[in-house]
């Protein structure tokens, strides 16, 4: 089992910034790709970024490129998002989950899942 717990989420304004990050606890941290997902209200849950279990080859929807980064600190257990130029359209609740197959878009590929956290921006 891994435990996975959200934090980081609020209120941002379009062209700020938030950092979102993710504790794992359980099993070896290492031994998983991390992703992150969002969901807006009414809509399905949709991939945000990827990393895998070395911390390379991250993967980002087309969305977010060039805007979030996704980074993992092995020692502390936790991965992170870092967004930046945000916009009123990254509003959501942001979930981590955790993959022991490989860094994946697909949900499905994804074993451990956080509770999520609220990110809101306003325009």
């Known amino acids: 089992q891994v435990q996975l717990v959200e934090s980081g989420g609020g209120l941002g304004q379009a062209g700020g910034s938030l950092k979102l990050s993710c504790a794992a606890s359980?099993?070896?941290?290492?031994?998983?790709?991390m992703g992150w997902f969002r969901q807006a209200p009414g809509k399905e849950r949709e991939f945000v970024a990827a990393?895998?279990?070395?911390?390379?080859?991250?993967y980002y929807a087309e969305s977010v490129k060039g805007r979030f980064t996704i980074s993992r600190n092995g020692a502390r257990n936790t991965v992170y998002l870092q967004m930046t130029r945000l916009k009123p359209e990254d509003t959501a609740v942001y979930y981590c989950a955790a993959s022991p197959l490989r860094s994946t878009t697909h949900a499905n590929d994804y074993s451990y899942w956080g509770q999520g956290t609220q990110v809101t921006v306003s325009s």
């Open positions: 990393i895998s279990r070395s911390g390379g080859s991250p």
């Open positions: 359980g099993r070896t941290f290492s031994s998983y790709a």
